[in-house]
């Protein structure tokens, strides 16, 4: 759910005009569109911790991880946990690139990538809180939870607050129903969330 919040609709609207294709004769434009335009992304370089210098592909860290699993279809997952640890998230300059690379199509790799909370397809804040709001999570209140995180810190849950600090998401159940609400934060789990107690740690988080 919370991955769908997060829609990149130039993303969605670029799988609907059909640039996923991998065929042979737009790939090697495909590719290059897309280190050109994520070249010239401030955003997406500023907010990740890509290793590459000047002059290097934005994607080295990624094509080392393909070039690791001889470019198995397979490896989707690592090679998307790979690009997401390189720039902080799953742009669509990324995705696009990925899929070409692996020769799958774009809404395939845009479909994985939206299915797993761990993928952000948005550039995340300093921290980040995900709110699980599948059914039992949300049985117990949890849009309490997200109404009340959203009113403190003056940000729509799926976005980040103005001064970059603070990323709210919801996402699908985390699989740890029998102690809903859950949520985690900046990779710590917390179980039997309340507004209340969510906010304190919020706010200790963030004072640092
Ligand atoms: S519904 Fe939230 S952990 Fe399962």
């Known amino acids: 759910m919370g991955a769908e919040k997060s829609l990149n609709t130039g993303l969605a609207a670029t799988i609907r005009e059909g640039r996923g294709t991998t065929s042979k004769g737009t790939g090697a434009s495909l590719k290059q569109e ?16 890509a290793t590459a210098s000047a002059g290097d592909s934005p994607y080295i860290q990624v094509d080392r ?9 397979d490896a989707l997952i690592e090679i998307l946990h790979t690009a997401q640890e390189t720039f902080g998230f799953l742009g669509e300059d990324t995705l696009t ?23 952000n397809l948005k550039p995340q804040g300093e921290h980040s809180c995900n709110i699980c709001m599948g059914t039992a999570c949300f049985v117990k209140r949890a849009g309490e939870i997200v109404a009340a995180m959203e009113r403190e ?11 970059g600090k603070l990323s709210i998401n919801i996402v699908r159940c985390l699989g740890n129903c029998g102690l809903a ?4 934060m900046d ?14 740690e919020c706010r200790k988080v963030l004072k640092g």
């Open 187 to 200: 990779g710590k789990v917390h179980s039997r969330q309340t507004s209340e107690s969510l906010l304190e």
């Open 34 to 49: 897309a280190e050109i335009r994520t070249k010239g992304s401030s955003l997406e370089a500023a907010s990740g911790s």
């Open 65 to 73: 991880a393909l070039k690791r699993c001889q470019y198995s279809q």
């Open 97 to 119: 690139y990925i899929a070409h690379e692996l020769k799958l199509p774009l809404s395939w790799v845009y479909g994985v990538a939206s299915f797993y909370h761990h993928f």
């Open 153 to 163: 810190f003056c940000v729509k849950a799926g976005e980040t607050t103005a001064d």
């Open 181 to 184: 609400p859950m949520v985690i």
